[in-house]
């Protein structure tokens, strides 16, 4: 065998070499970590859920803390989803349901000329409980025990309140939505032969609205990040099983795993979602999954139960156990060593809330951002 002859087999050799290592690593790549490579799942009886009823929001930096904390406070995204093999959360009681507030709503007292049942006023409730996109509330001051409530069956109210929400994620209160609102609380007022008191006029709830909508789109954030494979996919059970380590538990909407808050009926504490249409797919098991949303929204939870620590700690962590890189939604890296950063924007934003009576979590704050 001549040289060159030699120099061309070793080329040829060396060549399949590397064709066989690509191919092996490619499958490896592709291959799918499912969940019984690990742990069992956690049983049904852990299973705590978020409300069903819940807004998805999505991050780019902090939103709503201006220019300038924005520039030192790393972006982060957000989309979500729960898979039907996975065990059904079990959802709490709910509470009777948010307050009138007159930081939040434009109110209008009603006075019956004569106590009035329970029966009456729920007969005529205004069909639709909304004035355009804003919640519309009614209560009546219960004669038993002193407390506004929501009417009900077998209770008697000499007194009742309307009140439309001034503003939300959707924005301000409009004219053409309050008069909708006067109108439907007229009409209940006369069903029930009652005198209605406006708080304030039109313009002024109108103006209010708008400035109540500034505020709350200045100091509105929903923090999130992504966690993106490096190498092999995930199965939804296998990303389950490394989640609820750190407390998840499956959510309510497919492609969809919580951190539960510690209330009764209240948004969850912090979400991990994926592609819904993995979870619902005839066998999850072999889905594959590449990225992960780790989210939480700040104005709906409260800083005494440490979301954003718990934000951070899980991020890392998942990070690690699922051998994923970090990501804003921009798709920058995001280093925990920028946690920080975005620490001290959340206490100016927590202050902030906080001095307009409308705390992270409170039922005030929840409804606005909402």
């Not at 006369?190 to 789109?217: I, K, N, T, Y």
């Not at 209240?266 to 249409?277: E, I």
Request: charged share 20%; net charge negative.
């Amino acid at each position: 065998m001549s040289t060159l002859q030699f120099w061309l087999a070793v080329l040829g050799g060396l060549t399949l070499a590397g064709v066989v290592a690509h191919g092996a690593w490619q499958s490896r790549r592709n291959e799918v970590k499912r969940a019984d490579e690990e742990v069992p799942q956690p049983p049904v009886a852990e299973a705590r859920a978020e409300p069903a009823e819940r807004q998805e929001p999505s991050f780019g930096g902090v939103v709503g803390f201006g220019d300038e904390i924005a520039e030192t406070a790393p972006a982060a995204l957000m989309t979500l989803g729960d898979e039907p093999p996975l065990p059904r959360p079990v959802l709490p009681a709910r509470r009777t349901g948010p307050r009138l507030d007159p930081l939040i709503d434009a109110i209008v007292l009603l006075h019956p000329e004569t106590p009035c049942s329970g029966e009456q006023a729920v007969a005529h409730l205004p069909a639709s409980r909304r004035a355009g996109t804003k919640p519309l509330l009614i209560e009546g001051l219960n004669s038993a025990s002193g407390d506004w409530e929501p009417p009900r069956a077998g209770a008697v109210y000499r007194e009742f309140q309307a009140g439309l929400q001034l503003a939300n994620r959707g924005g301000a209160m409009n004219e053409i939505e309050y008069s909708e609102f006067v109108q439907k609380v007229e009409a209940f007022a006369e069903s029930l032969q009652a005198r209605s008191e406006p708080g304030e006029d039109m313009l002024q709830a109108v103006a209010r609205a708008r400035e109540l909508d500034a505020f709350a789109s200045q100091h509105d954030a929903q923090l999130a990040l992504r966690l993106v494979s490096r190498g092999a996919a995930w199965s939804p059970g296998y990303v389950l099983q490394h989640a609820a380590r750190h407390g998840f538990v499956p959510g309510a909407l497919p492609g969809r795993l919580v951190l539960p808050g510690s209330d009764e009926g209240a948004p969850p504490v912090l979400t991990l979602s994926f592609d819904a249409q993995a979870a619902l797919a005839e066998d999850p098991s072999r889905s594959a999954l590449r990225e992960l949303t780790l989210a939480f929204d700040v104005p709906q939870t409260p800083a005494d139960q440490t979301p954003f620590a718990a934000w951070c700690a899980a991020g890392e962590a998942l990070g690690l156990a699922l051998d994923a890189a970090l990501f804003d939604d921009q798709g920058q890296p995001f280093s925990p060593q920028a946690f920080p950063a975005v620490g001290m924007a959340l206490e100016q934003l927590y202050a902030a809330l906080a001095a307009r009576d409308l705390p992270a979590g409170s039922a005030g704050a929840r409804r606005l951002f909402s």
